[in-house]
Every structure is written in structure tokens, then in C-alpha cells.
């Protein structure tokens, strides 16, 4: 079989040399009080890094009211760009190039996480079913967010923007606009969360409103060819869903493929959810085989990707790119392992969220006398 997987790979204006990207990965060990990131978290990433591989960071709040869990690393404070400079050094010393995740949470969230306990904000004041987890880690049912105001919700683009000049500031090679999984950015795409009278709700095109303005902005301070923006048509995590995805994402995608982004990331039904559970939904849409022909620019697929199945995706042609996410976490050195068919350690998904060292940098790397097959 060729060997596609791990061949070079130009991304805007960016030289990959293979193409098995780091999905972004919540892991909540940011430095608190400050949710910044730190040494631990520099020594993590710098890990996973490897010579002309990309990586995408866990997703990172744009200001202080878009944080919806604990221990996440913010975007927003002078304290957080000096805790991600250290990352993206760690990640450059050793031959990697490194995205920032914008992420708002809109209202997956908890009054716990969020200034002077003010209420999660939504596009309607529409509560999530099941629970959110509090800022001291505990399960507590979700409460009925605000809605925004149209002056709010240009003020949220704006908090879009100033995060991206932060980025800049804290030396990534781009951004990765987080539109998936139920977050802010899908609660304004999807009717369910939708439920809007002004220009940001009603007609398809007024729900894809906020998301393009978003990737419009952002672009306007990155330029063209670094700023990618991560979609999840189909998915069902964190109480989402459309009910005719199909519309939506066409034409949602189409609009996106007029603004020159990096590339289009898109994570596969199967694996929605994945963050929280084991999961391989049965009888969804490859969404990479479902969009690749609206999409002329680089395409990254997400989801239960084994070696073998990366491998046939980008040989096919269904995708350019492969993000991994839990194979990440327990493989350090996952490109080199995929490259020489070596074995992979297995993950510990009890490790997957909060704590420090353990299950985050003390998965081994591979050594010479391990099992090459
Ligand atoms: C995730 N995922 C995720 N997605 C995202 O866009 N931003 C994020 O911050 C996170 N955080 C996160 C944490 C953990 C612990 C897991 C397991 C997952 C989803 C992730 O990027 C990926 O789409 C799924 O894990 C499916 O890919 P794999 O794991 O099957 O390769």
C-alpha cells in the first residue's frame, strides 16, 4: 500500500512532513488559580511533537465567560499567553508545528466556571439535558443559559479575534476555530439551539451567520491559509443534533470554502461523543466522504481512525490529513509508531481528565527492544 500517510503535506502556507495530526484533546491540568498552562503541560505537548507533524491544541476558552469546565487553559489573560509561549517552544524546538483551539462553551457550562457566578450564555435560553461538571469537579445538572443580545454576540466575535491576536502573541503557527461537538458555534448553527428572531437565528443561512463571521474574523488577523475550523455534522455530543444535518453543513461548508482557510476538520458520527465514552455509532454518514467534494482546500479527518483505516482514508482520497485523539494521549511518539507498524500502548481513559503527571506524561515512548512487527 502507498504510503500517503506519511508523506509531505502543505498546509497554507505551512510544509507538514506526514500527516498524522494530534487531535485537540481536553485534559483539564492547567496551572489554578489562572487556568494557565504551565511546565507540565509544555513537557506534554513537547512530547507529542515530532519533525514536521502537526499538532492541534485542547480546545482553549476565548474569555472569561467561554470556560465550561475545570483546570482549562485560557486564551484571555497575559498569564495564559506566557503558559502557551512555553508550549509552542517545547513544540518548535523539537521540529513540530502547533494550532490553537479557539473554543466558547456557550451553554455547556456551570454558573461554578464563570465570572461573579454569572449564568452560562447561548444563542436562547435553552438548558442542555444531563450534567455539567462544576468547578470542583463534581457532576451538577446543567442550568438554562442566557440568551445573548445581538450586541452580545458581536462582542463574542470580538472575543473570537482578541483570542487569535493572543495566539499570534504566544508564538502558534495558526488557529482552529472549534464549530463541533455542541459547543457555542454549533449551539448557533442548530435548530434545537437555535431559536432565534434576529440576523444570528432562523433560516440556515442566519444560523451559519455567527460561525462565518467568526472564520471571517479570525482570518482578518491570521490571513489566509492559517486559521482551520473543526465541524461535527451528525454528532449528538453534549445534547446536539440536527435533525436534517445534510442543508445545514452544505451550506455552511460551501460559504466556509469561499473564506481561504487552512482546512476543514471534520470529526466522523461514529466517534461523537468520544470524549466522554467509548463509542463507534453504527449506521452514520462518513462525513469525509460526504463533504470532501465541497471542499477544495485541506481536509482533516476525525473518529475512531485506526492505523490501517488512516491509511485508506487518505489513499482514497476521503481525507488529506488524520487527527488521533485517544491514541495520542497513550502514544507520545504516534507518527513513528504508525510509520514502522509498531505497538500501541493502551489508554486509561480514569487518566483522561484532571490530575497531573500520571497518564498524561508518563506514557512510555517506544524503545529499541520493543515489539516492531
Ligand atoms: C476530546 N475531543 C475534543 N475535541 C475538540 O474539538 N476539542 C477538545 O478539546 C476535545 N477534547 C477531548 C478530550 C478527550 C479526553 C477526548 C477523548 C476527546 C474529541 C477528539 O478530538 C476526537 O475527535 C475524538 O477523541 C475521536 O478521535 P479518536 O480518539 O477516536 O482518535
Request: charged letters at 20%; aromatic letters at 8%; proline letters at 6%.
Amino acid at each position: 500500500m502507498s504510503e500517503l500517510l506519511f508523506s509531505p503535506l502543505r498546509i497554507g502556507n505551512i510544509q507538514l512532513e506526514h500527516r498524522v495530526v494530534m487531535a485537540p484533546l481536553t485534559r483539564m491540568r492547567a496551572k489554578d488559580p489562572g487556568r494557565a498552562p504551565y511546565q507540565l503541560n509544555a513537557e506534554y505537548y513537547g512530547q507529542r511533537a515530532s519533525a514536521g507533524g502537526l499538532i492541534i491544541s485542547e480546545g482553549s476558552p476565548v474569555s472569561d465567560t467561554a470556560h465550561g469546565l475545570p483546570a482549562t487553559p485560557g486564551i484571555h489573560s497575559s498569564e495564559q499567553v506566557a503558559g502557551w509561549q512555553q508550549v509552542t517552544d517545547a513544540v518548535h524546538r523539537r521540529g513540530g508545528r502547533i494550532f490553537l483551539q479557539l473554543w466558547h462553551v456557550g451553554r455547556i457550562s456551570h454558573s461554578s466556571h464563570l465570572p461573579a457566578g454569572s449564568l452560562p450564555v447561548a444563542p436562547s435560553a435553552i438548558a442542555p439535558r444531563g450534567y455539567a461538571m462544576s468547578a470542583d469537579f463534581r457532576p451538577v445538572p446543567y442550568e438554562a443559559p442566557r440568551a445573548l443580545s445581538t450586541k452580545e454576540v458581536v462582542a463574542v466575535v470580538q472575543d473570537f479575534v482578541q483570542a487569535a491576536k493572543n495566539a499570534m502573541a504566544a508564538g502558534f503557527d495558526g488557529v482552529e476555530i472549534h464549530g463541533a461537538n455542541g459547543y457555542l458555534i454549533e449551539q448557533f448553527l442548530q435548530e434545537k439551539t437555535n431559536q432565534r428572531t434576529d440576523e444570528y437565528g432562523g433560516s440556515i443561512e442566519k444560523r451559519c451567520r455567527f460561525a462565518i463571521e467568526v472564520a471571517e474574523a479570525v482570518t482578518s488577523v491570521w490571513g489566509e491559509g492559517r486559521v482551520g475550523i473543526r465541524l461535527s455534522p451528525f454528532g449528538t455530543a453534549n445534547d446536539s443534533g440536527e435533525n436534517d444535518p445534510l442543508p445545514l453543513y452544505q451550506h455552511l461548508i460551501r460559504r466556509l470554502a469561499s473564506i481561504n482557510l487552512a482546512y476543514l476538520h471534520l470529526v466522523e458520527p461514529r466517534a461523537s461523543g468520544a470524549g466522554q465514552a467509548e463509542v463507534n455509532h453504527k449506521d452514520v454518514p462518513s462525513a469525509s466522504e460526504l463533504f470532501r467534494p465541497l471542499w477544495p482546500q485541506v481536509l482533516i479527518a476525525a473518529g475512531n481512525y485506526t492505523r490501517e483505516g488512516a491509511r485508506a482514508a487518505v489513499a482514497d482520497g476521503h481525507a488529506d490529513a488524520i487527527a488521533f485523539g485517544r491514541l495520542f494521549i497513550a502514544n507520545p511518539d504516534l507518527p513513528l509508531r504508525l510509520r514502522c507498524n509498531a505497538n500501541l500502548n493502551r489508554y486509561d481513559r480514569d487518566t483522561f481528565y484532571g490530575g497531573h503527571a500520571a497518564g498524561y506524561t508518563d506514557y512510555p515512548f517506544l524503545s529499541h527492544a520493543e515489539g516492531l512487527v
